[in-house]
């Protein structure tokens, strides 16, 4: 996973911690795992992503022709089923998410069946208001890292895997709750694919 968010010298900052850099840098990483998690995204930071959507992701007789992108801020089209926009068949027009195509674009008839988008999406700059958010998911993993909020646990091999969705409520503090809530609510990619 490429850090992204934010530093390890701002978390060392925020936390008032100077060693442990180890620690810190698995913490870093999984603070912002669970945020992408918690937005439904794979990353905010500006990329190529892909989509892929099967038949049955369409209401009846628009299939092929308006999809919802699962990212968050799109800005152009790289490819439609390995093709390029602008050549035959595929003009199209991008509004937020909601992507139209002037015709349906026929599924593959190759495995698997199912459309495959490439676009780039996301943001050019990473906000502050997402930087803190991340602090303080840092910052609570630091004060729990302890007790973290397990829900399952194997002896053999050491599988142990945390829920992202109770995550918050280890956050101590109410008020910074409350601002990586309206921070998460902000940049949530919303499950509705479909028409």
Do not use: H
Request: aromatic share 14%; net charge negative.
């Amino acid at each position: 996973m490429a850090l992204a968010y934010i530093t390890l010298p701002e978390i060392q900052n925020f936390i008032g911690v100077s060693d442990n850099e180890t620690l810190l840098n698995i913490m870093w990483e999984t603070a912002e795992s669970i945020f992408n998690n918690l937005i439904r995204s794979s990353g905010l930071t500006s990329g190529s992503k892909t989509d892929y959507f099967s038949v049955e992701d369409f209401a009846p007789g628009v299939a092929g022709r308006i999809f919802y992108l699962k990212n968050y801020n799109p800005t152009a089209v790289t490819t439609i089923n390995g093709v390029s926009p602008g050549t035959v068949n595929v003009n199209y027009t991008l509004v937020g998410r909601r992507l139209e195509f002037a015709l349906p674009v026929e599924l593959p008839s190759t495995f698997p069946y199912r459309y495959t988008l490439v676009y780039t999406a996301g943001l050019s700059t990473i906000t502050s208001d997402i930087k803190t958010a991340c602090l303080y998911i840092v910052k609570g993993i630091w004060e729990q890292r302890k007790t973290m909020d397990i829900v399952s646990f194997s002896q053999d091999l050491l599988s142990v895997n945390y829920s992202a969705d109770k995550f918050l409520d280890t956050i101590t503090n109410e008020s910074e709750k409350n601002f990586v809530r309206l921070i998460i609510n902000k940049y949530t990619v919303p499950y509705f694919y479909a028409t």
